[in-house]
């Protein structure tokens, strides 16, 4: 019964994919044409014949409507067209080389938050209001309380400039490289994750049934394994679609700061020379990534929450 | 795990902090370095900016795109160390008398890195492709001196009717519209690159990718990997491969400029693009020997809306806003480095003309701020009846500063009102264009060749670039007079002239000429300050370290005895 | 009150029923003595409303105006002898003032922004996930396009259609938070809504309105609080990334995320003009979370006993 409403669900779910893509191409689309200037301007403005024919080459000088169908068309064929700005190369190509690496960092950023965030936050929670309990939540809290801009430039001085054990930035794929810009990623993630693992994991503990188990004479560690653990993560988990989504698909202040070729700047960059095709990509993949992730946090929820019924009628 | 990689000495260079000093240059007659100074390894890493749009040369416009094409590409003219433009591609040129016909003799052995030979025909398809609408090139604004080229980017000629003419296979014409004295200097542009057909028609679109780029610079493209790095190494067919010493050189494109500076530090670059606005005194004291501040090219001022009030038909209340400012303190104590405050809108440094310098300019800021004073009440503000006004720039520290020491300036001298407002760029443009909300906005230039007139024809009425809404017809007559002119005495004089006529009239508050600013290590060699910030890596060459010098000694002396 | 909490443990049903009446009175007069019991709670609350009367009274006592460009003294090191305590920035405005009066403008954005998401995220996503099926679906499908969504367009556009107010970054910083206060929100009354004392609520007729209002929202405002606490650093953060693409709010205005971004850029050369606003930011923060922790426990109604 219960497996095949996750069944059921899946699919509708999947179908309705298609709808909120048109929706949200069709907002961005608009949003960012109304946005005040173009993708061709610049300080030392073209003449108008030179504009004209940049123009007529991208088919800016057509009705926005035509655009957009053309855009469309377009796209049914997952072809997202040249990037305005980086001209030599695909909004295509450029995904597909900016992804894996924004996958690498961001995955493992969150892999790295995901065990240590909810590791303290466990910890904390056992030894609730102790001086445990404070210090881990107060370093936890560090993360969140200092921005990443800060933290960032301040690691590569401290672990790069003065001490020199690893690079000051770029990207080759080594580890060497990754370390810094994915502690600076998790950083703030394993501070939420704490919080959140704390909070509902204090919560699940005073509720009755773990009151029960205690009163059977479990020991504290299984009671928490086996009773505690699955609800306490339920908010982690609703947390970690839309974490997981931002992380992977880059961050401009870290991609900045260490230099690294992910996908995080185009969001911004495409934004502000109004690269419309480079920031449409963009766009369409983080929504579906973040469709996808929200639809899998689902399905973890239902797994994890046996309260909840899909196939339940109102 | 952080033991193992302080081990790997080779995987990453140490901290600046702990590199070595070079050898001593010692140079051969011919100005060349002797070759036991220099270092076994010629790779030269350099910080270039952003990353480049393209290594199309006839699309590209931005600086990094510039830097780099230019070590792959060779134009009929190129570069000197220093700035001048010497023969490149072409061995020699004749100008007719009217100075509007340029005929170019090419070298008669020049190879494209593919081994085609490159000749007349290569120029001749290559401008065209420039200038061709399809193109629809940025940069093709380079090529309007030559004759038909407005027409042809309008498409209301064909493109064979461009002003270039193939006269043999190694000669080629070029006629302009009007004398152009700086012609030979923007056929160092890369709009003006030759591209190799073949190349083109094999590739189309994606001709600008390694193992697809052809050159014929002294470098050709070896790697490019999108947003890390773009590699390039010494092409041995360049007509000058045997003087070309660095090998490699790889540019890294880094926005951040903080970023370029640690990454200098942990000594990842030789190179950087530039240096942070406020971080002189500490770069002065750490780094004194690789702190390398030239004049530049360009000129930072503030312009006015003229079309708006209380600016129109305004100029005292212009010229006291343009006198409040202590331009003084804001090189010293803002901008930094050594930048020339400046009360005229062309920068020092171009050849065969000397700036419109307004006497006020050797007033002292007391005396200044008097006049200023004088000229406000004159208009018909004071203390109780100030003026309100405001200043907008597009988002950058160093606009922001300027912007907040002038409203600050104007403030405490005149007790003038003044809000900012901090745009994102293409906002800041586009309202900039419209002349409808500005007021005091940030302006400035650049130019890509040096000559005045770059600076000057921005005022001309209707000028798309004339966001100022400045019009003077006897401005306007004189700029006329300096594009029909061919005498250099006598244009420079006309162009000295509508420069005095423009800041007679205080159309804009000139701050500052810009300068150039950046880390270069010591090692590295062979290049000269220019005002166009121009630098070819091909003169380049790096020194050995005086370590280095005593390990190969020693190392030598082991293998000796060995044997 | 005793009875109630028996009944809940014995008889959920008639918890649930009891509470409807009893809740409503007592949660919060009981939930603020339980407040002042937590020590950490209490001593932020109180360097809270210091701060915040240093904040507002402040500038005003200071020799030093915020947009005062001090010539002789740019870059200046904290002294006593020039008068700036904490230094001076790079055009020479007093490090001190500008903190003090940037606290305002982060206090108030940090407020108001998170304000703005809570209502509408705890009313979005407690509406979607009590109704549950076609609703929600559609209700959690717009919250997916928003969130694709580029926040820089969203900002672009309020500011060029509205012109630029800071006002409006309120509203486009509480517009973008609300979503994950909807999410979670939602996925907490997933599994509250099926619990025995809605069900009850439910069989007894209490309208859909009521239930929503008396036993989904209160049971969730534990990890609501949680989530605010964790929200106002957000939009705080988010306030700076904002003035870092010059979206921000305007100068001579400031926000302590704004100094700590200038701060940032030269922490080396010139270290305080990073290390006292961001001293302000992160004590702030740091306040506004045990002060959460305290609600959150004060608030968590199974914790009552």
Known sequence: MRQEGILQHSASRLLGLIPTLLVLITIAFFMIRLAPGGPFDSEKILPPEIKANLEAKYHLDEPLVKQYFRYLGQIITLDFGPSFQYKDWTVNELIARGFPVSLTIGGLAIVLAFFLGTLIGIVAAMRQNTAVDYSLMGVAMLGISIPNFVVAPLLILLVAVYAGWLPAGGWDWSVQRMVLPVVTLALPAIAYIARLTRGSMIEVLNSNYIRTARAKGLPEHLVIRRHALKPALLPVISFMGPATAGLITGSVVIERIYSIPGLGSYFVQGALNRDYTLVMGVVIFYGVIIILLNFIVDILYAWMNPRIRYNEAQ | MLASCHDQDGEFARPREKRDQPVELVLLDDGRPHPAVLAEDQTVIRGNGEEPQTLDPHQAESVPSANILRDLFEGLTTEAPAGDIIPGAAIRWNISRDARTYTFYLRRDMLWSNGDPLTADDFVFSLRRAASPATASPSATMLLPIQNAREVLANELPVEDLGIALLDKYTLQITLTGPTPYFLGLLTHPVAYPVNRRNLEEFGDEFSRPDKLVSNGAYVLRDWKHRVSIELEKNPLYREAENTIVDHVIFMPIEDVSVEVTQFRSGALDWTNEVPNNQFAWLQRNYPDELVISPWMGSYFFGFNLEVEPFVQNPELRQALSFAIDRQIITDKVTQFGEQPSFALVPPGIEDYIPFVPEYADWTQEQRNEEARRLYELVGYSHENPLRTEIRYNSSENHKKIALAIASMWKQVLGVNTSLVNEEFRVFLQNRQQKVITQVFRAGWISDYNDPYSFLELFRTGDGRNDYGYSNSIFDAVLDEVATERIRARRSRLMFEAERILLSDFAVIPIYSYVTKRLVDQHLKGWQNNVMDHHLTRYMYKLKSREAEETVTIETVVKEEEQ | ?305
């Not at chain 3, 105006?65 to 870059?75: K, L, R, V």
């Not at chain 3, 426990?297 to 914790?303: E, F, N, R, V, Y």
């Open chain 3, 1 to 305: 009150m005793n009875s109630s909490i028996d009944l809940q443990v014995e008889d959920p049903f008639a918890a649930a029923m009891i509470e409807v009446d009893v809740r409503g009175r007592s949660l919060w007069v009981d939930a603020w003595h339980r407040l002042l019991k937590n020590r950490a709670a209490v001593i932020s609350g109180i360097i809270m409303a210091t701060m915040l009367l240093l904040v507002l009274v402040g500038p005003a006592l200071s020799p030093w105006e915020g947009d005062f460009t001090d010539w002789d003294n740019t870059s200046a090191p904290p002294s006593l002898e020039t008068g700036h305590w904490f230094g001076t920035d790079s055009v020479g405005r007093d490090i001190l003032v500008r903190t003090l009066e940037g606290g305002r403008i982060s206090l108030l954005v940090g407020l108001v922004a998170t304000l703005v998401s809570l209502v509408i995220g705890v009313s979005y996503g407690a509406i979607a996930g009590y109704y549950g099926g076609f609703t929600d679906r559609i209700m959690m499908r717009m919250v997916d396009i928003v969130y694709a969504l580029p926040f820089m367009f969203f900002v672009i556009l309020l500011m060029v259609v509205f012109g630029r107010h800071i006002v409006l970054i309120f509203v486009a910083i509480g517009a973008v938070n609300w979503l994950d206060m909807a999410r979670i929100v939602r996925g907490q009354t997933l599994s509250l809504k099926n619990t025995e004392f809605v069900e009850a609520a439910r069989a007894c007729g209490v309208d859909h309105h009521a239930i929503i209002r008396r036993h989904i929202i209160p049971n969730l405002l534990g990890v609501v609080m949680v989530y605010v606490t964790l929200t106002i650093p957000q939009v705080i953060l988010v306030e700076s990334f904002l003035s870092f693409l010059g979206l921000g709010v305007q100068e001579p205005m400031s926000s302590w995320g704004a100094l700590v971004n200038d701060g940032a850029q030269d922490m080396e050369s010139a270290p305080w003009t990073l290390v006292f606003p961001a001293a302000f930011l992160t004590v702030t923060l740091y306040c506004f979370n045990y002060i959460g922790d305290g609600m959150r426990d004060a608030l968590d109604p199974k914790d009552r006993l």
